[in-house]
T-cell receptor, first 116, second 115 residues
Framework: AQSVAQPEDQVNVAEGNPLTVKCTYSVSGNPYLFWYVQYPNRGLQFLLKYITGDNLVKGSYGFEAEFNKSQTSFHLKKPSALVSDSALYFC?????WGSGTYKYIFGTGTRLKVLA | SAVISQKPSRDICQRGTSLTIQCQVDSQVTMMFWYRQQPGQSLTLIATANQGSEATYESGFVIDKFPISRPNLTFSTLTVSNMSPEDSSIYLC????????????FGPGTRLLVL
């Protein structure tokens, strides 16, 4: 079965500093990997995805993620954090069962706090 | 960009009653999913809503408790039946849009409190 792990419950970073939110995955084939952000009392917003191609994926709001096959990681990064980036971040993997059926599996989430 | 709406946005219900949550999309979708989320926690998939056939439920979720309908390509409902306080949660629908596979987009959620 496919899975994702987010080893940090919370990440604190000073405004203007680079941020990294970690995600590792376990899959049996080629991974479909995603990052979502959830602001308080809101639904989840799609940030970016890796399906194939360039290992560095750029997404919304200046975020990017690097797919590393040897380390089975898909860490989310941003060069300069903003206070408004403070939110709950989820990594997800698509579990492909074959025959066109699949579901998404979410990590436990990492709360990012950007301090002014 | 397409809009995903959910009704109601929140509700307070008495135990033993049922609530039907609607998910409406303004363009055609392929897949629709229903999730449950405790505030600040991860998402738990309830079921995949298949158009024109029965939903596919995850382990721990059954049709009698969470009946789902999906009559067309833009609409689905999830009913939480015979509610108990343990059903208090945020319920989220998500979709994949036709022509843009492999990416899930979420509705704003329905916040349910059962007394």
């Amino acid at each position: 079965a496919q899975s994702v792990a987010q080893p940090e419950d919370q990440v604190n970073v000073a405004e203007g500093n680079p941020l990294t939110v970690k995600c590792t995955y376990s899959v049996s084939g080629n991974p479909y990997l995603f990052w979502y952000v959830q602001y308080p009392n809101r639904g989840l917003q799609f940030l970016l995805k890796y399906i194939t191609g360039d290992n560095l994926v750029k997404g919304s709001y200046g975020f990017e993620a690097e797919f590393n096959k040897s380390q089975t990681s898909f860490h989310l990064k941003k060069p300069s954090a903003l206070v408004s980036d403070s939110a709950l971040y989820f990594c997800a993997v698509r579990d492909n069962w074959g025959s066109g059926t699949y579901k998404y599996i979410f990590g436990t989430g990492t709360r990012l706090k950007v301090l002014a | 960009s397409a809009v995903i709406s959910q009704k109601p946005s929140r509700d307070i219900c008495q135990r033993g009653t049922s609530l039907t949550i609607q998910c409406q999309v303004d363009s055609q979708v392929t897949m629709m999913f229903w999730y449950r989320q405790q505030p600040g926690q991860s998402l738990t998939l309830i079921a995949t809503a298949n158009q024109g056939s029965e939903a596919t439920y995850e382990s721990g979720f059954v049709i009698d408790k969470f009946p789902i309908s999906r009559p067309n390509l833009t609409f689905s409902t999830l009913t939480v039946s015979n509610m108990s306080p343990e059903d208090s949660s945020i319920y989220l629908c998500s979709v994949e849009f036709r022509g843009e596979g492999e990416t899930q987009y979420f509705g704003p959620g329905t916040r349910l409190l059962v007394l």
